[in-house]
């Protein structure tokens, strides 16, 4: 028999032991995972490269306050922007208040839409007939798909912000990776029902010429508009992203202490573990010793158990956090969750670290205490 | 008959290694557990504590806060001479009209930008509200470009001690004073004279909300009425307390979160304290064994296990407890959803929020303690007594 093999087999051979184990660990390197996918979605990814060249001016204050429309032509003379649109939030509620049938809609300029959204996907057909129809409105695939809408279909909407229910008709249908899951229709069919929403925005969503053109126009926008009644506030989208989630407190520390918590923890089960399980065998490794075989292989021998045992729990569940997300991701439910967060396999390599790191520390301190008993009294230990 | 709780003190004590560190773990969650309850606890304490009984808020028909609403000054005569309303202390109706907007101001520790609300208040302001305490430096005075802020704002802000000037609006204001308002949403306010403030945000000849202190809640109820059932006001009354109360939604994004982490990390705890049950069993198969011969039934041994495990979870939860205790009135910052201006509030470990952490911990410990108990009282006793 192998060492590798040996290890294994004493890994497994009380099982009830090694299974909770596992269990516990998993559920703790769970969460971790999901910290850290969360971590890396909110403050590494720098969005689909398409939106590298997006920005969006809003309210300096909220985005509950629209921006008059003529700041969509001041916007346009800035050099370096090469289009511009507007986007007000409709709502999000459809038929009912089930969040399963919520999705995200918004009121946009359809004739100039598309230009800055270039990872949105369109038949230009279609898009010709969304431009063409005022009370058109152009759905996500997947959208359509969930519900069986079809081209030509009709939709009674209705909002929380605006008291109309406008009727549309799918003209459109995008693909996007990752999927958007939204409806977009004409801005002026909303104003011609609720005329106090005429010439206002929610915000703006510029395309600039190249990437480098991010940081010196957001901040010529912004310096435009200084002096006048609404200042406003231009950022990347990944960072007005961001800004939803820095509304809500201190999000970094909040993950680094859950993680902290964790890590901690699965240390003291791993631990723990490890201590009952050495404990049971302190005849078996004075009777190893007897037979010839060294302290560095008895030790080498429990902490090699110890990281098995906590990478089967980290395997566990980083599988675990890999399906949660998945399930959150694809979930109708979940609003506010970037579709395109999932576990990546430099998260899967980091948890599994964590987890390896994680038993070779706890295996350590039993394993030198077994490797240090005296043979003699080893064999004379009763269970 | 029962075995005595003594026997599974001592056991716990005899294999102190395994007890610590399975309590530590249970104390782990437990601390995360009261932290997500300790925030939550002192956003309700920021909200509720801010809305007094006898206070009315006045809004536009329709509008459903300060920030989103405002109506013209010419109605505001009306207002003051409705029945019910206190005198101050010149004798006059107790009555403010007052502007509300967002600014934006630095952080700073640098670490971005923060929506700070600005209100603008007649002189009867202050005194409608009692708990907002000056601490240091004077009240604004009418007519002036001078401000008073909170003690949080002062900590949080550069350029917000006594004798400094702040940018907002068309020019500088004045730090005069600092107040400490005890907890509540206002302490993330900056207080200033209305008049002034409309002026600076070309508000003048209206209000955002107008404060009408009752002489008690029965007149502040009969008070609301009125003002929505008057037809030519087109204005809607609040009682404060309602309408702060309606505020604590903004905390549910964090109790979403809140509620998933401290499931999963439960979980994690129940399956190791459940490890370290079962091993405590398989270790005195032969006492367990003993007991049995000696008169004890199976329930009793199921009873103890059990205890037993209740009361490794119990010395997790304390250690818990006083793990946080420290951060006890730490104070952060959330968006609050209807002012959209952060709003400051402190951890607050509340009795409440300590029972549920130990009641939160014996479940764990119970569902832990069950099968190896169940496992325990169904051994064989001759098998056990053998082994």
Known sequence: MTLSGFVVRNTFRNKRRSLLTMISISFSLLLLTLMMSIWRTFYIDQGPPNTAKTIITRDRVSLAFFLPAYYRDKIRSVPGVVAVAPMTYFGNVYKDDRATNSFAQAVTDPDEYPKVAPDKIVPPEQLLAWQRDRTGAMVDVELAKRFGWKIGDRLVLQSPYFPVHPEVTIRAMYTVDPPARALYFNTKYLEESLGWFKGQAGWYITQVATPGDVAPVSKAIDEMFRNSPQRTKTESQQAFRLSFVSSLGNVKAFILGICGAVVFAILLVSCNTMAMSIRARTREVAVLKALGFTRQRVLSMFVGESIALSLAGGVLGVLGAALVIRGLTHSPAAIGIPADMSVTFPTMVLSLLVAASVGFVSGCLPAYNASRTNIVEGLRHIG | ?387
């Open chain 2, 1 to 387: 008959m029962a075995i005595p709780i003594s026997y599974n003190v001592r056991n716990l004590r005899l294999r102190k290694g395994l007890t610590i560190m399975t309590a530590l773990g249970i104390a782990l969650t437990v601390t995360t557990a009261i932290f997500l309850m300790a925030l939550l606890a002192g956003l309700q304490r920021a909200f509720v504590s801010s809305g007094n009984a006898n206070n009315v808020l006045v809004l536009r028909k329709g509008s459903e806060a300060e920030l989103s609403g405002g109506f013209d000054a010419a109605l505001f005569p009306t207002l003051k001479v409705l029945p019910g309303i206190a005198k101050d202390s010149h004798g006059d109706p107790m009555v403010s009209g007052e502007w509300v907007v967002v600014i934006v101001l630095p952080r700073k520790d640098g670490t971005g930008e923060v929506n700070v609300t600005v209100r603008g208040m007649m002189p009867d302001g202050l005194e409608i509200r009692p708990s907002a305490k000056l601490i240091e430096g004077r009240w604004f005075q009418t007519g002036q470009r001078e401000v008073v802020v909170s003690k949080s704002i002062r900590s949080r802000f550069s350029h917000a001690n006594i004798g400094d000037t702040m940018e907002f609006g068309k020019g500088s204001w004045k730090v005069v004073g600092v107040f400490d308002a005890g907890g509540s949403a206002y302490e993330s306010e900056i207080w200033a004279d209305v008049n002034q403030m409309a002026s600076d945000f070309d508000r003048q000849g209206g209000y955002s909300s107008a404060y009408l202190r009752a002489t008690d809640p029965i007149a502040a109820d009969a008070l609301k009425n009125r003002v929505s059932d008057d037809q030519r006001l087109k204005l809607e009354g609040v009682l404060e307390t309602e309408y702060y109360a309606k505020q604590t939604r903004s905390g549910a994004p964090i109790k979403i979160i809140g509620i998933v982490v401290a499931i999963i990390m439960a979980i994690g705890s129940s399956f190791a304290a459940m490890n370290t049950m079962y091993a405590a069993v398989a270790y005195r198969g032969r006492e367990i064994a003993t007991l049995r011969v000696l008169g004890f039934s199976r329930p009793s041994i199921l009873t103890s296990f059990v205890l037993e495990s209740l009361l490794l979870a119990l010395l997790g939860a304390v250690a818990g407890i006083l793990l946080m205790l420290p951060f006890n009135g730490m104070q952060t910052g959330t968006s609050n959803a209807v002012t959209f201006s952060e709003v400051v509030f402190s951890l607050q470990i509340t009795w409440q929020v300590a029972m549920y952490a130990v009641i939160f911990a014996l479940a764990m410990g119970l569902f832990g303690g069950l099968f190896p108990a169940w496992h325990a009282a169904r051994q064989n006793i001759l098998t056990a007594l053998r082994g």
